[in-house]
């Protein structure tokens, strides 16, 4: 079960973290954080290994951090400097490890962030 939180409003140049719970098979695959923007289709955003090697999107490179806490089955996302174009619902997911990482499981509710003045 794919659990997401941390969402909510926030001005352009503010921060949010974001957390993601899912128990079980967390520390021994990878996990991926991807966004889906109103009328657009969901894209990748950000991933961690299970040895924490991370990769963006070019988008967010430099001022989002993904980040896991193997003791407590939690990623989380660290988004600073954010803009209203990273307004958009935020899911994780285990993924398959790749240039593309390919989503593993049925996605969760994901939580709302919203960039506005």
């Known amino acids: 079960q794919l659990v997401e939180s941390g969402g909510g409003l926030v001005q352009p140049g503010g921060s949010l973290t974001l957390s993601c719970g899912f128990p079980?098979?967390?520390?021994?695959?990878?996990m991926a954080w991807y966004r889906q923007a109103p009328g657009k289709q969901r894209e990748f955003v950000a991933a961690i290994s299970p040895g924490t090697t991370t990769k963006y999107t070019g988008s967010v490179q430099g001022r989002f951090t993904v980040s896991r806490d193997k003791a407590k089955n939690t990623m989380y996302l660290q988004m600073n400097s954010l803009k209203p174009e990273d307004t958009a619902v935020y899911y994780c997911?285990?993924?398959?490890?790749?240039?593309?990482?390919?989503?593993?499981?049925?996605w969760g509710q994901g939580t709302q962030v919203t960039v506005s003045s």
């Open positions: 997911n285990a993924v398959i490890w790749g240039d593309v990482p390919v989503a593993l499981r049925s």
């Open positions: 079980g098979l967390f520390s021994a695959t990878a």
